[in-house]
């Protein structure tokens, strides 16, 4: 996060608070995040693409009641991929013309509950989908706003399990083959009851080279232009999804929101223009990038376990049911001793939760100072999307708060699981 310094005897402060204090009056372990650096994101973001295109955060990086007010303060419209998503941003007051509905399997009863209460955009991502969100339009005489989300074809250079443009995989509908401009006709046919805004693309997750998504926008249009030349319609709006990556380790070199504005809206308006097509409004739905730098997660040392000639063994108090990224993407993290300083030489360690397997790994190499003991607190940083969202309760682990840093004060925005709450769905 951006407000983090060294503080009073070598401690870290975020935004003017010692760690030292928000691990006494929170527990250990916990994310802890920094406001501003987050509504500051979310105004880079906002200004970077101006008032003619559209920012949609995308919830599933990390969602709460908090997050989705700083949303609608900072100016974001919001990106939900589920029914608990949906709730969170509608009990949280985001106003429903401000939601985009995302996901390849909505079931009806979802769909149902979007467009009764008014969201602005629902993506299509099957055949089966038209028909299910046209029915629901048609029972509450309604006509909803729709993108058709389009597969690309793109290799986007990522983990395999976060790449989603290239063809053999389950979201979207594919380009190469005609079934997008299929589906484009069958929306059209229900006229009716669903308005066409525009077509939707999202090519992959921690993506830095902006070739893919270069691609992606010519493709998408190059449809638009297809559509215009089979329907006579232009399409109002192109989608070109969230993904782009953040720093996680010094090597990571990530793009700035003005230099990604800038070269999307050149690139759309060049292809706009060869096509003879009026440029159509852009949209975005950044989650990663928002969230993930402003938060980090801090943990207390347990065991400190040298390994003669290999290394040192640090385990700390959560691990992989609050980061499940290091054992699912074999992702790379850094890790700082923060409660201290200290002058002894770096030892190279291994950072490992307290559950039991041994893919349990938070930072697989770094270097701590070899004086580490336990009671130190150590920071692992940029965990602020992916970690909250995706952690579990395994081995009946409580999960984390989060505890939000704003002036100097911390409050916690999700509390902790208890005991009780890991009990409470048990029956008999
Ligand atoms: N839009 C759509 C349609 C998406 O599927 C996603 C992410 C986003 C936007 C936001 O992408 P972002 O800007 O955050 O990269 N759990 C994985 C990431 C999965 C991303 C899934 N979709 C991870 O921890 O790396």
Same mark, same amino acid.
């Given at each position: ?75 974001? &419209? ?28 909505? +079931? ?87 308005? @066409? ?27 638009? +232009? ?17 993904? @782009? ?77 609050? &980061? ?14 923060? +409660? ?52 579990? &309760?395994? &081995? ?33």
């Amino acid at each position: 996060a951006a407000n983090v310094r060294r503080g009073a005897e070598g401690a870290v402060t975020v935004a003017g608070l010692d760690v030292r204090e928000v691990a006494r009056e929170f527990g250990t372990p916990a994310y802890v995040l920094d406001e501003a650096d987050f509504r500051a994101r979310c105004r880079a973001w906002r200004e970077a693409f101006g008032p003619g295109a559209d920012v949609f955060y995308a919830g599933k990086a990390f969602l709460s009641r908090a997050v989705v007010r700083w949303l609608r303060e900072e100016g974001l &419209n919001l990106d939900v991929c589920s029914p608990g998503e949906l709730a969170t941003a509608l009990s949280a007051g985001m106003p429903p013309e401000r939601i985009a509905m995302h996901g390849n399997n909505k +079931s009806v009863p979802e769909i149902e509950r979007g467009v009764a209460a008014g969201v602005g955009r629902i993506v299509l991502d099957s055949f089966e989908e038209i028909g299910r969100v046209a029915a629901a339009a048609a029972r509450h005489g309604v006509r909803q706003r729709v993108l058709v989300r389009v597969t690309v074809g793109v290799e986007a250079h990522t983990h395999e399990f976060i790449a989603t443009a290239h063809e053999d995989q389950k979201f979207g509908l594919a380009l190469s083959d005609g079934t997008a401009a299929e589906a484009v006709r069958r929306v059209l046919a229900e006229g009716a009851h669903l308005e @066409l805004a525009g077509l939707h693309s999202h090519i992959g997750s921690q993506i830095f080279d902006m070739a893919g998504f270069e691609v992606s926008a010519r493709r998408v249009v190059g449809l638009l +232009s297809a559509i215009r030349d089979e329907h006579g319609v232009e399409l109002p709006e192109i989608d070109l999804g969230g993904g @782009l990556g953040i720093a996680y380790t010094p090597e990571d070199d990530p793009r700035e929101p003005h230099e990604i504005a800038k070269a999307l809206a050149e690139i759309v308006a060049k292809e706009c223009e060869a096509a003879g097509l009026a440029v159509p409004r852009l949209a975005v739905e950044p989650g990663r990038a928002i969230a993930g730098p402003s938060a980090f997660t801090l943990y207390e040392v347990g065991t400190v376990k040298p390994l003669a000639g290999l290394r040192t063994y640090v385990s700390v108090d959560g691990g992989m049911s609050d &980061n499940i990224r290091t054992a699912l993407y074999d992702a790379e993290y850094s890790v700082a001793l923060v +409660s201290r300083a200290s002058r002894a030489a770096p030892m190279l360690v291994r950072v490992v939760g307290r559950h039991c397997e041994s893919g349990d790994i938070v930072v697989r190499d770094a270097y701590l100072p070899a004086d580490l003991a336990p009671g130190d607190l150590v920071a692992v940083p940029a965990t602020g999307a992916y970690c909250r969202s995706m952690a579990s &309760n395994y &081995n009946h682990t409580p999960r984390p708060p989060v505890i939000a840093v704003a002036a100097g004060a911390a409050r916690e925005i999700v509390r902790r699981e208890s005991e009780e709450d890991l009990l409470r769905l048990d029956v008999g």
